[in-house]
């Protein structure tokens, strides 16, 4: 069994197997996880979210940007979020067959993981595990999640350029796309641009984008992902971005939330809910109880 320390030194040389082994002890919250993470030398490797429909070719995509990263000899990690399925097994099969290419590359390492079950969603889980493949070597964080729910919310909030993406059936969605994702997108793919509308729907959306004018409309960007088309227009679209934030823009923002998040979640570990379950069972039938006054006896 190898110690903390040892699994620490392998990460700082890149070694992926003490990868595996530091990955599962953040996964199993032991005692030493939080002394781990704390010794850990993260370096600022850009984190990029890509998130967007189901079956919207987010897999296939982040396969092709793989792709054009390892030719140029970059490290690459991608976390994928399952924020529907506590075990994900579909999830995990398609992801294995659509970047088959990539799961015994030695600059690759690619991990599923489940976003239901954890407390205090998605971010519990993944900012240990961002901080943990910044600190490894890795050129590049790759963050997928289906937009569906709340998910993609917090992936955005982790990663420094959030990528949705769309495909040109989705003119119907619009309307739901205007309220969640449009917020979040610094980058819009119109993926599956082999298919009919693809034209008329990217422009469809740039008037959108144009509409709600901020001082940073994302850019829209076509693709086909199966074909590896309009890979290099995105990756500098993502570079753009990344630059821009590099001036400061909301990145103070960005790390204080991350630290309320954390100091919440530490907070929260502190308090015994069985303790304060049954103590509320006795006291709330009693009259005039107080919630304010009940709570405090924790604070
Ligand atoms: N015609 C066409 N098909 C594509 C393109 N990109 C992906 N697909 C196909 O779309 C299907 C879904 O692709 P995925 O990459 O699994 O999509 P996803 O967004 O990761 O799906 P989930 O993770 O299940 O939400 C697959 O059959 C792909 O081959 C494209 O550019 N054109
Ligand atoms: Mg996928």
Redesign the pocket.
Known sequence: MKTISDIALGVASGNFLSLAKAVSVLENKTNDSDHFLASLLPHPIPIIGIT????????????ALIAHWVAANKKVAVL?V?PSSPFHQ??IL??RI?MKDWYLHPNVYIRSLAARGHLGGVNSAMLPLCTLMQSVGFDYILL?T?GVGQSEVEVAALADTTVV?L?PEAGDDVQMMKSGLMEIANVFVV?????PNAEAFANHLKQMIAENASSTSPEVIR?????K?GIPALLLAIERHHDSLNMGLNKKEMLLNKVMQLVVAHKMNLVDVAQVKNKLALECQKANFNIFKFAQQFY
């Open positions: 967007g429909p189901p079956g919207a070719g987010k897999s296939t995509l982040i396969n994928s399952d579909g999830a398609g992801d659509r997928e289906v993406v495909v993926n599956k641009s082999d298919r693709t086909v992902a199966t074909e088309e």
